[in-house]
């Protein structure tokens, strides 16, 4: 009789969702899969371990928290990678299809940074239960796999979007910034790993060559986010769970500040003193005002997420958008607030991660419960154009007077 009732509420559903989970992994149902966007969920858990190890304030009653989100966040991406692993074994023609397809292949460049997240995550809190060494050596390794995994997907899928995806006008959205930004993550990942490179030659080539990642992946974001903006301009929202990427244009904003404010601590003894200092103040220079289009682009996300939310808005896992992004801005604010000593900046990198845990609570829940019903498992329909669009007269609109209007 249960098991009528079950099938009757999901009728793909094989028993509890953790077999349906375990046939997800085993590759034995052929109707799941995993796609490189779960790996979204690695890096919004793993920016909450990072972003506790360096917060200017309560980072030390916070240690052991970050010690034990780091560990959740490595084992999902333990798990995820050997259930890809089995499932592309399986199924080969699975992330095949998601590297033809137009929005799915921008996830592409999630696996690379979940991996630089866990190498940073690592170096920051992993030597308290593996010891320096073993720590330094996984973050290493960690961290030339997802680099060079990272620029190899800022070069594949721009290229493959240029020459091969056919879309539309109003098409642009924060999903395409996910392939470049790897780059800037492997500068900061790479930022943290300068002081053990070995000195003279080997570490000053490693330290250019992250602020030469920094540069790469800040251009081409910046072109990007100037064409989100253009579609905005133009065409509007769609109103659908694709509305949660435009916070993903806040990661290589506050990504780029962590970086800014990375090289200018480690550049003492990397490079010329001369050249040195250079950094030291360029990390200010750079990253106040790019702090304040953060500011900026947080209430423009804000805002049209509420509005989506009123135009119903289901999940999907877009939501995990809301975490990393929101992660970088509280690594950003803290470089700031470690160069210039202002409390402005203290206090608002603590604001940052309180909305990140609660960015984080959103999605896992939503996730969690996706997993139970076996809806985040299931094949993904044939994807219709999302189309965008402005309804002058929506009444969801905070800053309308509706009232009036009637």
Sequence with gaps: MQEKIINKKHPDAKGFWWKRFFYTVTGSKN???????????????????????????????????????????SLI?????????????????????HFSDAMMAQFYGAPPMAMLTISGGTLLLGSSLLG??????????????????????????????????RVRADSAFGGWLMPVVPPMVSAAIGAMLVPYTPEGVLRETMFYCCFAMFGLSLSAAMIIISMIWSRLAHHGTSGTSRVPTLWIVLGPLGQSMTVAGLLGVVAHGAVEENIAYGFEIFAVIFGVPVCGFVFLWTCFATLLT????YRQMRFALTYWAFTFPVGTCVTGTAQLAYHTGLPMFKWMSILYFIGLLVAWSLAAFGTTRGMINGNLFKLPRPA?????????????DIFDDNEAEV
């Design 132 to 165: 320096m060494d073993t720590a330094l050596n996984i973050a290493w390794i960690l961290w030339f796999l997802g680099t060079i995994t990272g620029i190899g997907t800022a070069i594949v899928i721009p290229y493959r979007l240029f020459t091969k995806f």
């Design 77 to 97: 991406l333990v798990s995820l990678m050997i259930a890809t692993t089995v499932l592309v074994w399986k199924k080969k023609n699975a992330w095949k299809r």
């Design 384 to 396: 219709q154009p999302i189309v965008s669009s402005k309804e002058v007269s929506f009444p969801g």
């Design 306 to 309: 509420i509005r989506a939310h």
């Design 31 to 73: 109707d799941y899969e995993l796609g490189p966007n779960w790996f979204a969920s690695v890096m919004g858990t793993g920016i909450i371990a990072n972003a506790a190890a360096t917060l200017p304030l309560f980072k030390e009653k916070l240690h052991l928290f970050a010690i034990v989100v780091w560990c959740l966040a």
